[in-house]
């Protein structure tokens, strides 16, 4: 059974920094892409950055480049996401997803191309 817990979600103030984490387990996590996604009161659920399964491609929508980074260690089963210069307009709850298909170097954006998500963190930019 494939888990992913994120954590790192909170409160910060508009031009403030947050790092969440998505913990996986129950495959072999270093064989697949990973994606953060975020859901706002009222929206869709939108797509934030992607890392591949070997780190060599990362891709983010145009919102968040420049101030938002994704990362992954595989020794550790966990993908992060760095978020810098935090604006009232990012605040959502943040989804991890797991690709469904292993070693996938090509960005997905589309949820459908995701199996496994986790429970999601929340994230409010306020002051």
């Known amino acids: 059974q494939v888990q992913l817990i994120e954590s790192g979600g909170g409160l910060v103030q508009p031009g403030g920094s947050l790092r969440l984490s998505c913990a996986a387990s129950g495959r072999t996590f270093s064989n697949y892409a990973m994606g953060w996604f975020r859901q706002a009161p009222g929206k869709e659920r939108e797509f934030v950055a992607f890392?591949?399964?070997?780190?060599?491609?990362?891709y983010y929508t145009d919102s968040v480049k420049g101030r938002f980074t994704i990362s992954r260690d595989n020794a550790k089963n966990t993908v992060y996401l760095q978020m810098n210069s935090l604006k009232p307009e990012d605040t959502a709850i943040y989804y991890c997803a797991s690709r469904t298909a292993p070693n996938t170097v090509v960005p997905s954006t589309r949820t459908q191309m995701y199996n496994y998500w986790g429970q999601g963190t929340p994230v409010t930019v306020s002051s």
């Open positions: 890392i591949s399964w070997d780190a060599g491609t990362t």
